[in-house]
């Protein structure tokens, strides 16, 4: 299909606050985005007109913010909420190869609706995984370095060489992926094995360096991953809020054009997908 | 109606990071006796039900689509009947 004719969901509720940064990213690159809020989706509390079908859209995004206050968990409301209708309708979104991204909350969100991990199954009933408060207690929000691992299954990151390294700014206080305790170990080795891993944080040498490089405490670094089928795709950092190479702090240095922000890639990658694929 | 107090702790071996912070700032007041700091949530319900057992599977039902992380949590439920 052409570029043009893709059409992007931004979900939003009460507390997303990334929508726009969202939304212009694919509008920049020439696809057709909307806001959509989830009430629409439901169907209630809205206008005829108003309404949408997950299948009018080729791709969702689910931006970041503190939907619903936070409360209970991170994403735990939002994916609650979307749960209570859609469960079947994103199952079969996700079974058909149509993406969905999620970013900082919206990982979060993924999480608890069980479309991540995705390792046996593509939506878990329950939560597989958990987004944990960071190890330093606090809020921890400043650019962070992310190496590129994917070999190739995650269809958001297809324009990024394995083994390059972005700038993608993080700003989460909940963002420590956690596996059920007496699993983890096996399950972080089967996400590698899987080609589930996408991005790890390091430091400005390239090396896996725990704290400040990881703002989280993430075992094995992870900054996000991706499903078994390669086309959910979560990550704590904001790859939105790099999108021109003026948000980068050492802008005026690089003397690098300004279409070339580290985040960029992730846009372009899912939307080359869509119009191959589709 | 039921009071149901529905108790929300970490499991054996997840990092505290809030209990930790808390228990550095009680030793800094002053507060040396402290030992060890575990935050836990408590969920206070009111519900109709025809019996506690009915309210007890329809809140360990709550426990595990909203109201924990099974991943993390455990959880202790507390039925009065009112």
């Known amino acids: 299909m052409k570029l043009e004719d893709v059409k992007v969901a931004v979900l939003r509720i009460e507390g997303t606050n990334c929508e726009q940064e969202s939304y212009d990213a694919f509008k920049r690159l020439g696809a057709y985005p909307e806001f959509v809020h989830l009430k629409q989706l439901l169907g209630i509390d809205c206008n005829k007109d108003e309404k949408r079908d997950v299948f009018g859209f080729q791709c969702l995004m689910i931006p970041g913010g503190f939907s619903a206050g936070d409360y209970i968990r991170g994403g735990a409301i939002f994916a609650a909420r979307i749960k209570s209708k859609l469960q079947k309708s994103l199952e079969s979104f996700v079974k058909q190869e149509y993406p969905i991204l999620g970013v900082c909350n919206g990982f979060q969100v993924l999480i608890e609706l069980g479309l991540l991990p995705g390792i046996d199954t593509v939506m878990s009933d329950v939560p597989q995984a958990c987004l944990n408060i960071n ?78 490089w990881n703002p989280n405490g993430s075992p094995g670094n992870i900054a996000g991953i991706c499903n078994d089928l390669g086309n959910v795709f979560g990550l704590m950092p904001h790859p939105e809020r790099t999108f021109y190479r003026h948000q980068h702090p050492d802008w005026t240095q690089s003397g690098l054009d300004d279409n070339v922000g580290d985040g960029r890639e992730v846009f372009e990658s899912v939307l080359d997908y869509i119009c191959k694929r589709f | 109606m039921y009071e149901v107090k529905v108790k929300i702790g970490l499991k054996k071996g997840i990092s505290d990071p809030e209990g930790k912070n808390t228990l550095k700032a009680l030793h800094l007041l002053g507060f040396k006796n402290v030992k060890e700091v575990k935050t836990i949530r408590t969920i206070d319900l009111m519900i109709d039900g025809r019996n506690k057992g009915e309210v007890q599977k329809s809140v360990e039902q709550m426990c595990q689509r909203l109201l924990t992380n099974p991943v993390i949590h455990n959880y202790e439920i507390k039925i009065k009947e009112k």
Do not use: M
């Open chain 1, 135 to 212: 190890d330093s207690d606090r809020f921890e929000c400043r650019p962070t370095l992310l190496k590129h691992e994917n070999n190739g299954k995650c269809i958001f990151t297809s324009k990024i060489p394995n083994g390059d390294v972005r700038l993608i700014p993080s700003a989460h206080a909940e963002g420590k992926l956690l596996f059920p305790l007496e699993r983890q170990e096996k399950i972080l080795d089967e996400l590698e094995k899987n080609d589930q891993v996408v991005f790890r944080y390091v430091d400005p040498d390239g090396n896996y360096a725990g704290y400040p």
